[in-house]
Every structure is written in structure tokens, then in C-alpha cells.
């Protein structure tokens, strides 16, 4: 099993940063992918960016350019470097992982309890 936890979440003004942690324990070694989520209020979670094993790299339009994600496979942490914040990524921040990229959440059997960041 794997287990994630997140962390590295807050309240910070319009412009700010934040770094976001989700420490991967357990058998790592089959989760080829690690994707963050965020959920706003009032909205459907969202896929906000992703790292496959062999290297490939994606952030959805809204955060490219401002967010960074990175995984650091010899700590099993993955990261989400956070700049320009504005206040539409206001939500939760979930990691998860799974075997392989996926349009479905639920292809993803890892999840940590997210991390709140607020935006205003």
C-alpha cells in the first residue's frame, strides 16, 4: 500500500508563493504517476498537474508558467511549487498517485487528505 500525506498549505495574499509537500511512503516503487488535485469552492476537482516516471511533465493551462510540480524520487516526495498566487487557486490541494496517467480520478487508488490554500 501507499500512503500520502500533504503538506505545506496556507493563507497568503494575491502574488504570493507556496511550496506544497506530499511525502509518499509504503511501495512507491509502482506509482508511475503522481498528480496534484485542487478543488475550489463551489467547483469540481480538478487535475492541476502531473509527473510520470519516465519523466514527462504536465500543468494544466490556469497555473502554467506560475506552478512547478517536481518529484524528488530519492526522499519519495512530491512538490508543487507555487508562484504568482492568485486568488482563483484558492482550494484544496490533493495528492494522488497511481500505475499510470488517467482523465478518471478513480483510476487513482492513492490519495493524501489534501492541504487548504486560501488566496485572497
Known amino acids: 500500500h501507499v500512503q500520502l500525506v500533504e503538506s505545506g498549505g496556507g493563507s497568503v495574499q494575491a502574488g504570493g508563493s507556496l511550496r506544497l509537500s506530499c511525502a509518499a511512503s509504503?511501495?512507491?516503487?509502482?506509482?508511475?504517476?503522481m498528480v496534484w488535485f485542487r478543488q475550489a469552492p463551489g467547483k469540481a476537482r480538478e487535475m492541476v498537474a502531473y509527473?510520470?516516471?519516465?519523466?514527462?511533465?504536465w500543468h494544466t493551462d490556469s497555473v502554467r508558467g506560475r506552478f512547478t510540480i517536481s518529484y524528488d524520487n530519492t526522499k519519495h516526495i512530491l512538490y508543487l511549487q507555487m508562484n504568482d498566487l492568485q486568488e482563483e487557486d484558492t482550494g484544496r490541494y490533493y495528492c494522488?498517485?497511481?500505475?499510470?496517467?488517467?482523465?478518471?480520478?478513480?483510476?487513482?487508488?492513492?490519495w493524501g487528505q489534501g492541504t487548504q490554500v486560501t488566496v485572497s
Open positions: 509504503g511501495n512507491t516503487y509502482n506509482t508511475f504517476c
Open positions: 509527473v510520470e516516471g519516465d519523466g514527462v511533465i
Open positions: 494522488a498517485a497511481g500505475s499510470a496517467w488517467s482523465l478518471s480520478q478513480s483510476a487513482f487508488p492513492y
